[in-house]
């Protein structure tokens, strides 16, 4: 395992096409195919931090190769080959540094939305039920209480922001006007498919799937026309919310394998979300975790992993 983490990734013969806050993504010699490497930053309250959580990156992958493969029946997905020995010539010289934290996939225009699903009540998603007994302006039952799972699973899409600002929570009916109802109509469908196989399957395995965001995308189709495929990465920690199913327990916060214990660690030491952070810069730009809070959680990522994949698994 290694004790340092990957911030950026260094490929100088290719061309970086976008750096998000943790996947640096390249172009290939294939115009149809993309890089895209999962470095070990971590942001919180979408802000990157300085230093990054060692093998975090190689724990995404893991997860989102494992969720394509069990997926792959219900939607196509923009997932090619994660071995590097497939990939296009000039990656392979890459080897040692993007091993296990690459994959080459189908190059996407990326649907503007973030489908989220929530299959429990929590988050953004409880703060507004608690203020006006709706989520993203859907009625509920009155009387629901924190973390309690919902009559059913709900789509609830947000827009997906530009670089650095905030996604925001719209209804369902804006989501629609935004990308047409067709489009937003096959989404909601196969949104909700995987959410329920995922949720089933991580049940199986002692994980609650209480909620999580897909990224859908269109290609071209070989009839003409446009295909819908699922892309990005594919229910990880930093995509969806897992907690324990055991001593779950509706009526507050579950204890979750997510980045809530860096959240809460960062609210802890006077980060504000929307504030300055004074000389370091903006909004928690220059925070840097204590090293107990990166082993932390380090240790809750990959214990998600194991929960998920088996206690064999390695990076
Ligand atoms: N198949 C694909 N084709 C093109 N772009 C993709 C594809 N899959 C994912 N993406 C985009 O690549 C980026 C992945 O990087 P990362 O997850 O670090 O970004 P982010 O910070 O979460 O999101 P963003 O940069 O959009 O704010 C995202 O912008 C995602 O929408
Ligand atoms: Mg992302």
């Given at each position: ?53 060692p093998d975090k990156g190689k724990v995404l992958t893991k997860i989102s190769l494992f969720w394509f493969e069990k997926l ?114 096959k989404i909601s469908v196969a949104a909700i498919k995987l959410y329920q196989a995922a949720a089933d399957y991580a049940l ?52 979750s394998f997510d980045k809530q214990y860096l959240r809460d660690w960062l609210t802890s030491t006077g980060f504000r979300k ?42």
């Amino acid at each position: 395992m290694a004790d340092t983490a990957l911030i950026n990734t260094e490929l100088t013969a290719l061309t970086l096409v976008s750096k998000g806050k943790v996947r640096d993504v390249y172009a290939t010699s294939s115009p149809e195919h993309l890089l895209f490497v999962a470095t070990d930053r971590i942001s919180a309250y979408d802000v990157i931090l300085r230093n990054g959580v060692p093998d975090k990156g190689k724990v995404l992958t893991k997860i989102s190769l494992f969720w394509f493969e069990k997926l792959k029946d219900i939607i196509p997905t923009h997932f090619i080959t994660a071995n590097v020995d497939e990939m296009p010539e000039e990656v392979k010289q890459y080897g040692s540094q993007i091993e296990g934290r690459a994959m080459l996939v189908k190059k996407a225009k990326v649907v503007p939305l973030e489908a989220i699903v929530r299959g429990y009540l929590t988050g953004s998603g409880w703060a507004e039920y608690k203020k006006s007994g709706t989520v993203h302006g859907i009625p509920l039952p009155a009387g629901l209480v924190e973390s309690q799972k919902l009559p059913q699973p709900l789509f609830t899409p947000s827009t997906k922001a530009e670089q650095g600002q905030h996604d925001e929570n719209i209804s369902p009916q804006r989501a629609a006007s935004i990308v047409g109802q067709d489009l937003y109509d096959k989404i909601s469908v196969a949104a909700i498919k995987l959410y329920q196989a995922a949720a089933d399957y991580a049940l199986t395995r002692g994980l609650i799937l209480a909620d999580t965001k897909f990224e859908f995308g269109l290609i071209p189709s070989p009839s003409g026309g446009e295909e819908l495929i699922l892309v990005d990465e594919l229910l990880t920690p930093d995509s969806s919310r897992y907690w324990p199913a055991e001593g779950y327990k509706p009526g507050g916060t579950q204890p979750s394998f997510d980045k809530q214990y860096l959240r809460d660690w960062l609210t802890s030491t006077g980060f504000r979300k929307g504030f300055e952070s004074g000389p370091e810069g903006k909004e928690g730009e220059g925070w840097v975790m204590e090293t107990s809070v990166v082993e932390g959680t380090r240790e809750r990522y990959f214990e998600a992993l194991k929960m998920l994949v088996g206690e064999d698994v390695t990076l």
